[in-house]
């Protein structure tokens, strides 16, 4: 974090002195004009570090280059560049012309609360439903807030939950601001590139019995290194032998391979082996629906008589916190699920978009190949959904950013869907050349 947060802080540098205004002097005026010779109580509150993901891409829209490529943006790009509004999306809006704008219930539509839970759970929750509450969320980020405050209230005093090492960096954001302790378990070798699979199962046997384990439901994030189905089979095993409660954060269901079914499996695994756990979706990847901030938490008990009391304790969250959810991206995901037609055309997009993915990760690594990269970068390939943890060095995407305007985080995490046919070349050049000239 701390060198993905140094290379940010020299780009932004640099791109503020190519300004033809001074940062520093926009700054120093709108200070001057602002100041008052009264005492503030604010005056201790510090300077929080920009998000070292958001960071970058503030940083690539400052970037005056002609050349600039950003693939540090977690958002679906077409072979143009383009954002993508899907076509299923547009015909549901069609209909939804004129619905209502007034205020919602504060657990949600209860048809877009069904149809979630039934679209990542499928047939294994027949017969189960009344043991499962599922609310509509701010997203899969509001979901991951209102569970963890949950875990915060009603789980044991001192319950920790363990997020990958690496994860998604709200993670553990999310676990200080809710009060929540949260910790790191092995993951992924960086050496290999590849799953750390003894080390993660180690750390689960060393964690206290009953904790609370994040695992990604597919497509991690940011590795893009999933478990196979038999090594999923194998956590399970260990997680109840220790009687720890699965999390499972679903950002990508569909989008990662293009089979709904197949990127369930491990949710449809926790569910089926009897777990209580949680679950939090997000629509922003699979629907394109990022600025809609479309989700659900799920939470499934052994007892359907604590449902009630669940529900109850989750809304009174919910309305202390937003009070209720916005419609629209709700209501267009109910729309789709539910007609046959629009199911049928959303799942013919996600396959669309997921191979293209697909695509762009076996150009570059053919482009890598052609100039003769020193190293195995099979990985890009044997990894799935949007990132690739490509393996490369601080100082070598530092060298990438500054001399290519090639946009990504410090880790050396890509966004696949910022690749496309017109910059597959020159940002295999730009590795080329870092991996030559900078160590």
Known sequence: ?????????????????????????IMENNNTAASTNKPSLFEGVPLAPADPILGVSVAFKADPSPN???????????????????????????????ASKEYLT?????????????????????????RMVTVQSLSGTGALRIGIIFIRKYLPAGTTVYASRPTWTNHHNICKESGVPSKEYAYYDNKNNRLDFEGMLRDMENAPNGSVFLLHLCAHNPTGCDPTNEQWGIIADLMEKKKHIPFIDCAYQGYASGDLDRDAYSARLFFKRGFEMFSSQSYSKNFGLYGERAGALTIVSNNPENVPKMLSQIKMDIRAMYSNPPTHGARIVATVLADPELHALWITELKQMSNRIIQMRQALLDALRVRNVPGDWTHITSQIGMFTYTGLTAPQVEFIIKKYHIYMLGSGRVSVAGLNTKNINYVADAIADAVANAK
Not at 80 to 95: F, I, M, Q, S, Y
């Open 1 to 25: 974090m701390q060198q993905q947060s140094d290379i940010l802080s020299k780009v932004t540098s640099r791109l503020q002195n190519s300004l033809f205004i001074p940062f520093d002097t």
């Open 68 to 98: 600039k490529v950003d693939v540090s943006v977690g958002a679906y790009r077409d072979d143009n560049g383009k954002p993508v509004v899907l076509k299923c999306v547009l015909e549901a809006e069609r209909r939804l012309l004129g």
């Open 106 to 130: 504060i657990d949600g539509i209860p048809e877009f609360n069904r149809a979630s839970a039934q679209l990542l759970y499928g047939d294994a929750m027949k017969g189960q439903e009344k």
